[in-house]
């Protein structure tokens, strides 16, 4: 059974800054592309960012450009979302993803974690 971990998610005050970590519970996980997504209470699940397996490929939603980063290092398994200039309208749960392609993990990805909660004051 494939597992994503989040950690990371908390509560900062706008302006600040979070990064936010995936761990993949498998090796092989390792060449698939990952991504972060994120919800909030009465909407849908959208996507955040995205990156290929060998983090050559980055893909954003126009909301975070500029102001996230996402990355990977396979030597560790883990996927990170480091978020600056936080805004209250980021507050969500943020979902880590995988999937075969950053086509694929961009839409509809196969693989979740169970969320972190992401809280950001004004």
């Known amino acids: 059974q494939v597992q994503l971990v989040e950690s990371g998610g908390g509560l900062v005050q706008a302006g600040g800054s979070l990064r936010l970590s995936c761990a993949a519970s498998?090796?092989?996980?390792?060449?698939?592309?990952k991504g972060w997504f994120r919800q909030t209470p009465g909407k849908e699940r959208e996507f955040v960012a995205a990156?290929?397996?060998?983090?050559?490929?980055?893909n954003y939603a126009d909301s975070v450009k500029g102001r996230f980063t996402i990355s990977r290092d396979n030597g560790k398994n883990t996927v990170y979302l480091q978020m600056n200039s936080l805004k209250p309208e980021d507050t969500a749960v943020y979902y880590c993803?995988?999937?075969?392609?950053?086509?694929?993990?961009?839409?509809?990805?196969?693989?979740w974690g169970q969320g972190t909660q992401v809280t950001v004051s004004s």
């Open positions: 993803a995988a999937a075969k392609s950053v086509a694929v993990v961009s839409t509809t990805p196969g693989y």
């Open positions: 990156i290929s397996w060998s983090g050559g490929t980055t």
């Open positions: 498998i090796g092989t996980f390792r060449v698939y592309a």
